[in-house]
T-cell receptor, first 112, second 117 residues
C-alpha cells in the first residue's frame, strides 16, 4: 500500500506557483520522497526526489519538513501543460531495485 | 535517463485471445517492472523482471495469466493471456538504471492501451 496521503485534486491559476502537499508521517530513515506526474495518455514522468534536504531542479522544487513527515512540491510558474496527476511516493534507497508503489495522487488543473 | 519503447502502443483484442507486449530500452538496466493502470485508476505493480531469473509477481497476479520474459538487459515482454474485458487497461513498462548503493529514479514508457471486446 502507498505510504503517502495527498489531496484528491487542486486548481492553480496559470502563471502562479502550484504547491502540492504530501503527508508521509510513517516514512523511515532510509526512504526517499519521489514525485512523478502523469499527463493524460502518457507514462509517469519523473520530477524530483529528496531525502531530507530541500531540492530544486529545472522542473520544480521539493520542500521536506525537518521531521520528514511531510513535503511540498512547488511548480514556480504553472502553465497549462502542467495539468496532470501528481504522485508523491516514498521509496527505500536500494540502488534503484525497489519498485515504486503509487497512491491515488493529486489531480492538478491549471486554469487560464 | 532511459528511452523506453513499448509495442504495440494500443490494441483491440477479442476475449479469450492473448497479446504479447514488448518493452525495449536504449541502455542496459538492472530491473524492469510491469505495471497495470485500469481506467481512471492509479498504477498497480504486476511484477518485477530480472534478467536470467524468474519474474517476481505481486499479490493478485500470477505467471499463468501474465507470463514475462527477460532475455537480456534491454528487453522484456509481458503477455496478457486468455483476455477478458476486465483486462482492459494500460500496461506500462518501467526501468531502474543499474546503480550501486545510491538511488535512481524509475523511468516509464508511454504504455500499451489494451481494450478487450
Amino acid at each position: 500500500d502507498a505510504k503517502t496521503t495527498q489531496p484528491t485534486s487542486m486548481d492553480c491559476a496559470e502563471g502562479r506557483a502550484a504547491n502540492l502537499p504530501c503527508n508521509h508521517s510513517t516514512i523511515s530513515g532510509n526512504e526517499y520522497v519521489y514525485w512523478y506526474r502523469q499527463i493524460h495518455s502518457q507514462g509517469p514522468q519523473y520530477i524530483i526526489h529528496g531525502l531530507k534536504n530541500n531540492e530544486t531542479n529545472e522542473m520544480a522544487s521539493l520542500i521536506i519538513t525537518e521531521d520528514r513527515k511531510s513535503s511540498t512540491l512547488i511548480l514556480p510558474h504553472a502553465t497549462l501543460r502542467d495539468t496532470a496527476v501528481y504522485y508523491c511516493i516514498v521509496r527505500v534507497a536500494k540502488g534503484g531495485n525497489t519498485p515504486l508503489v503509487f497512491g491515488k495522487g493529486t489531480r492538478l488543473s491549471v486554469i487560464a | 535517463s532511459a528511452v523506453i519503447s513499448q509495442k504495440p502502443s494500443r490494441d483491440i483484442c477479442q476475449r479469450g485471445t492473448s497479446l504479447t507486449i514488448q518493452c525495449q530500452v536504449d541502455s542496459q538496466v538492472t530491473m524492469m517492472f510491469w505495471y497495470r493502470q485500469q481506467p481512471g485508476q492509479s498504477l498497480t505493480l504486476i511484477a518485477t523482471a530480472n534478467q536470467g531469473s524468474e519474474a517476481t509477481y505481486e499479490s493478485g497476479f500470477v505467471i499463468d495469466k501474465f507470463p514475462i520474459s527477460r532475455p537480456n538487459l534491454t528487453f522484456s515482454t509481458l503477455t496478457v493471456s486468455n483476455m477478458s474485458p476486465e483486462d482492459s487497461s494500460i500496461y506500462l513498462c518501467s526501468v531502474a538504471l543499474a546503480t550501486g548503493t545510491g538511488n535512481q529514479p524509475q523511468h516509464f514508457g508511454d504504455g500499451t492501451r489494451l481494450s478487450i471486446l
